[in-house]
């Protein structure tokens, strides 16, 4: 029989194992039955050092004796938060990607102003760039809308920050656009 006390916040959490060679990852998955806490959130401590959450033997690979101590961090992932946060990720992969096309928007500007366009063609080259600008502007002002729309009561302080941080990306995006067209 192998013993560890698992601190976790204020709780701690007698563990047994009856197995002969318990692993990392067999404590991991110990702790996320008891906390709710899965193990990608989970970050193992032992005398200072974090655990690779893995298939390496507590006690012969990592020298952790029978009535040891280990602390755990993480925090329960809330269904509803994991929901918000697919949706502003999906909203940042987006922006990113408006991000490519504004970029491209910037090189075909400077193409032109360089010359690599015959001068009677600028007007339509320009306008089809203002266009697209345009097109993005009104991309990210849908997107913008769409984090608006989440509910901000109901999430996490960390889905907040990941929101208001998605929302200053997307900002920053909507000023590269504007710069665009003022040149234009």
């Given amino acids: 029989m192998y013993q560890l006390t698992v601190q976790h916040g204020p709780n701690k959490h007698d563990i047994v194992f009856t197995e002969h060679a318990p692993t990392v990852h067999d404590l991991a998955m110990h702790l996320e039955m008891i906390t709710q806490v899965p193990t990608t959130h989970q970050k193992l401590i032992y005398k200072g050092k ?4 893995d298939y390496t033997t507590l006690q012969s690979d990592l020298n952790i004796k029978s009535g040891s101590k280990v602390m755990m961090l993480g925090l329960k992932v809330d269904p509803q938060d994991e929901q918000y946060t697919m949706t502003i990720k999906k909203v940042k992969a987006e922006a990113v990607a408006i991000e490519f096309a504004i970029t491209d928007f910037e090189q075909q500007h400077k193409g032109v102003q360089d010359g690599h366009l015959p001068s009677e063609l600028h007007p339509e080259a320009l ?14 002002m849908k997107l913008l809308e769409k984090l608006d729309s989440l509910i901000t009561s109901e999430i996490s302080e960390n889905v907040k920050r990941l929101k208001k941080s998605t929302i200053i990306y997307i900002q920053a995006q909507l000023t590269r656009c504007d710069a665009v067209m003022e040149k234009l």
């Fill in 127 to 140: 306008k089809g760039i203002h266009k697209k600008c345009v097109g993005c502007v009104e991309q990210l």
């Fill in 50 to 53: 974090q655990m690779t959450i």
